[in-house]
């Protein structure tokens, strides 16, 4: 009995696409399946393409392998079991969603957070952003073919995440902020340990950019390669640090600010041609710009309490009060019940993520929970533009140019 | 305290101006940004017109919403757009004129960011873009009968064949609903706590127990 | 019973030398001891890496928590080259085609072990287009708890697993498959 009989590979669903594919090529074009479990696709995403010779001629992406359902999850959770859900969407930097989402129910409830709570809001995200853009770049390198400046970034990420650990509780998938607040307080001395933390971060960034930067095969890898025009960035939604180094200047923290963002001084890198290395770059610098936030923040951290405490039927009180005092005890119990109750209405607010501007669209109906919650997602506009600019590049620059992109699938599919 | 949020209301001046110059717009209530309503037919045409005179060159999100069974309309879309000049949202509420076959004309020619979002309301809705180019699934496999964020498709799921057969053979998989336990637990919201204590959504079942017929 | 021949043996374990006899520079001890031994300090991941569990998996392939101590930095992504298949994330129904597809192109001998809690039953994600866990498709040799583990728990679980491996009887199962090839 020979093993080695071929097997007629059954088209299901997710292969009948390929098939269609390979169908409609034209004459001596050959129909290549990048499938969902491919190391350079960060992620599971598809790409069915079509290659007249070394040549992209057609690339079509397949998303949904990791759709979860997050949003019909959302209409049967009360606003604070939603935040674990958040955690998971941009999986590199949690704590910016968690913040995001806060952000977007406390502007339908019209609750205003004190100005400690913002402080820990805007270290948090800036923490995450250095987080996600270090992991990026050196997912980026290691698509080029550089594994060092992985090496390197993964160790600076340990540190972060041993931060985030002290404050949160967990590596990632933090779920930190509530409705209202904070979860809980910064603990003593973690503020100094940050410092310390900036203050060895950009050496270890020198590093990477003298492993990467004016490396002649990354330059050319990465340059001249994957251009995206403005008008068709604009015209795709793209957002994020892609736009911005298309040469648009839009900076949802300088254009929007929310969060306290406007006391802080800061720039906004853009860039000019819009390819691989001017993302590459406009990356790096904004970690460097996080670092400048990050000493801004700690230098003139306020005092108070982490929570709005007017909130009252929103945000729980602190554990002491709830074991002694009746009124927090039974307050406590109608939020984790009910969920805290947010007035009937519509809001849609983007925040500045490290991968884009990310929005929730939430109407609710009144009670804790919502009526429906739309999650914009940052990576599902940055992709959609592939089948746009893709076509014309070689095969093998299609891992620098998704890796440029800097795109996460747990965001795009939800 | 944090600063309040009156910079995110469009000007007054251009809100009145935009609404005089389409007069088909009407007004909605709303706490963050300028939000109107739109007829389905001219949709297209304010599209272009925001991108081109108007100065919203940016399409941000494009999402369905499902008002229940028995609203009317049921559905509709919600686009919202981003002035990069005036830094400011707008958001444009459009209604499916029939629940049974939710039809909105496409936007996607003059915004093409809009593609992908109205693959996914017709995946997740059922809502038919007219004119647009490539209307298939997005997130789900292309052959899923059911339109998963309907207000009436639970949250379980419902079972269906696995989409690839060769697996589901080898396997004996299928797509089967999420154990749920009658769940999810959620609480009725108002009312004396004895009844507003939360409890399984469907009482009527367990893992033990079948659900009556 | 086999007979080895050594020149030079670094480190003689209880397991090799298991109802074994050290005669000299003979080495006298049971294949399957030898064999799983072998098998087991070098197993060769596949990630399947599909969502936040991912990352962890990374992280347990960096400097920190160094997998490579176990041999098992070798991530290839080609199922033809690798032993284990590591589900790490949430599977879809839709991905779950592919996932078995690439299980079934493995070669023999091949094991799974299921990271984080949405491969080991769904996770959090209870709803309509999450699979409640891989063991329906493959089957599962060691689960790991955690949203996500840390990377202590995957070397733990990589540890178990390498228990697990020693515990085969591979001698056996490669006299069946050679009979079955034979015949």
New interface residues.
């Given amino acids: 009995m020979s093993k080695t009989v071929s097997r007629e590979v059954s088209i299901g669903d997710v292969g009948a696409q390929g098939a269609i594919a390979s169908e409609q090529a034209e004459g001596s074009r050959m129909a290549l399946n990048v499938g969902p479990s491919h190391p350079t696709t960060h992620g599971v995403l598809r790409l069915i393409m079509e290659l007249d010779g070394d040549v992209i001629a057609k690339c079509d992406p397949v998303l949904g392998y990791l759709h979860r359902g997050d949003e019909k999850i959302a209409e049967n959770m009360t606003y604070n079991q939603f935040v674990p859900y958040t955690d998971r969407l941009d999986y590199l930097a949690p704590l910016a969603n968690n913040v995001a989402y806060a952000l977007t129910v406390e502007k339908l409830a019209g609750i205003e957070v004190p100005e400690r709570c913002e402080a820990i809001r805007v270290l948090v995200c800036e923490l995450a952003r250095i987080s996600s853009h270090l992991l990026g770049m050196g997912v980026f390198g290691m698509d080029a073919g550089a594994w060092t400046p992985f090496m390197y970034t993964f160790t600076e990420r340990e540190k972060l995440y041993i931060l985030f650990e002290e404050l949160t509780g967990a590596r990632f998938t933090t779920s930190y902020t509530r409705i209202g607040g904070v979860s809980r307080d910064v603990p003593e001395g973690w503020l100094e340990r940050v410092t310390e933390f900036c203050q060895n971060l950009p050496k270890a960034v020198d590093e990477v950019e003298k492993l990467l930067t004016r490396n002649r095969i990354f330059i050319d890898r990465t340059e001249g390669i994957g251009e995206i025009s403005k008008e068709d960035a604009l015209a795709y939604g793209i957002t994020g640090p892609n736009l911005r180094a298309c040469g648009v200047d839009l900076d949802l923290r300088k254009d929007k600010p929310y969060c306290g963002y406007e006391k802080y001084e800061f720039d906004v890198p853009i860039g000019t041609r819009g390819d691989c290395y001017d993302r590459y770059l406009v990356r790096i610098e904004e970690v460097r710009q996080s670092i400048r936030i990050i000493e801004q923040v700690i230098e003139d951290f306020p005092l108070g309490l982490w929570y709005a405490e007017d909130a009252k039927k929103i945000f729980a009180p602190p554990k002491e009060k709830i074991l002694t005092s009746m009124e927090e005890l039974i307050q406590n119990f109608m939020i984790v019940t009910e969920g805290p109750q947010v007035p009937p209405g519509e809001v849609y607010f983007e925040a500045e993520n490290p991968k884009g501007a990310l929005g929730f669209y939430l109407i609710s109906k009144g009670g804790g929970v919502p009526y429906r919650l739309k999650i914009r997602a940052p990576s599902f506009c940055n992709l959609s533009i592939i089948e746009k600019f893709v076509p014309g590049h070689m095969l093998s620059d299609i891992t620098v140019i998704l890796g440029s992109l800097d795109f996460v699938m747990g965001e795009c599919d939800r | ?5 009156a ?2 209301m469009i000007d007054e001046e251009f809100s009145g101006a935009l609404l005089e110059k389409h007069g088909f717009l009407s007004k909605r209530e ?4 300028l ?1 109107v309503d739109c007829p389905p037919d001219r949709l297209e045409e304010l599209a272009l017109s925001l991108r081109d005179e108007d100065g919203f ?5 494009l ?1 369905g ?2 008002h229940g069974e028995d609203a009317e309309p049921r559905f509709s879309s ?1 686009a ?1 757009f981003y002035s ?1 000049v005036l ?1 400011s ?1 707008l ?1 444009v509420h459009v209604a499916c004129p029939d629940n049974e076959q939710p039809v909105i004309p496409s936007i996607s020619g003059t ?3 809009a ?2 979002h109205e693959r ?1 309301a017709y995946d ?1 809705f059922g809502v038919e873009f007219s004119g647009h180019p490539d209307l298939r ?7 899923y009968p059911y339109f ?2 309907r207000k009436e ?6 079972d269906t064949p ?6 589901a053979e ?2 004996q ?1 299928s ?6 336990m009658g ?2 637990f ?2 009725a ?1 108002e009312g004396p706590m004895s009844d ?3 409890r399984a ?1 469907d009482e009527s079942w367990t893992e033990e127990s079948e659900k009556p017929q | 019973m086999v007979i080895f021949k050594y020149k030079k043996f670094p480190m003689i374990s209880d397991e090799v030398a298991y109802n074994g006899k050290v005669e000299g520079d003979v080495i006298v001890t049971k294949a399957d001891a030898v064999i799983n031994w072998i098998r087991s300090h070098s197993v060769w991941p596949m990630p399947m890496g599909l969502a936040c569990c991912a990352i962890e998996l990374m992280a347990s392939a960096a400097s920190r928590y160094d997998i490579s101590r176990f041999g098992m930095e070798v991530m290839r992504f080609s199922p033809r080259q690798s032993d284990c298949m590591i589900v790490a994330g949430t599977v879809t129904y839709k991905m779950a085609e592919v996932v078995r597809r690439i299980y079934d192109q493995m070669g023999d001998p091949k094991w799974v072990v299921a990271m984080g809690a949405c491969a080991s039953t769904g996770g959090m994600y209870r709803s309509y287009a999450v699979m409640q866990g891989v063991d329906t498709i493959v089957p599962v040799d060691v689960y790991v708890s955690g949203c996500p583990p840390r990377p202590e728990a995957l070397l733990d679980a990589m540890i178990k697993l390498q228990d697990k491996i020693g515990r085969e009887s591979s001698l056996s199962n490669l006299r069946k498959t050679r009979g079955d090839r034979a015949g």
């Fill in positions: 305290m944090a600063t309040a949020r910079d995110d709303s706490i963050d940004c939000t060159d940016m399409l941000v999100d999402s919403i499902d919600v919202h990069l830094r949202y958001r915004f093409p960011a593609n992908w996914e997740m699934r997005i997130l789900m496999w292309d052959d998963p964020l498709f639970p949250l379980a799921g419902i696995l989409p690839a057969d060769d697996v080898v396997t998989a797509v089967e609903p999420a154990p749920m769940g999810p959620v609480s919201g507003s204590e939360p959504l």
